[in-house]
């Protein structure tokens, strides 16, 4: 359980609305926020819990990954998006 959200990289000269999704079972869908993801460069961030006792402190549960950075460029032809987490866990 969790989120990822888009931000247009301005430092890259992006610019729009960010985009996010929530995250259940591991598959995210930015169609369902209404807002889609802005072509171009984006900072994405991962943000991901056990879904275990989530409360507004934490609404995932016990963090499992917490505020992931990564940076990639979403272009038309970009296929669906897929991220590697694997080893992020710091909080065993």
Aim: aromatic residues 6%; glycine residues 12%; proline residues 9%.
């Amino acid at each position: 359980m969790g989120m990822v959200i888009f931000q247009p990289n301005s430092t890259k000269g992006n610019r729009g609305p960010q985009s996010h999704a929530n995250i259940r079972n591991g598959i995210f869908d930015t169609r369902q926020s209404g807002k889609p993801v802005v072509l171009g460069p984006q900072r994405v961030l991962i943000y991901g819990g056990d879904g275990n006792d989530p409360d507004p402190d934490n609404p995932f549960g016990k963090t499992l990954i917490q505020e992931h950075l990564i940076h990639i460029d979403i272009s038309r032809d970009s296929p669906a998006l897929q991220f590697d987490l694997i080893g992020l866990n710091k909080w065993k």
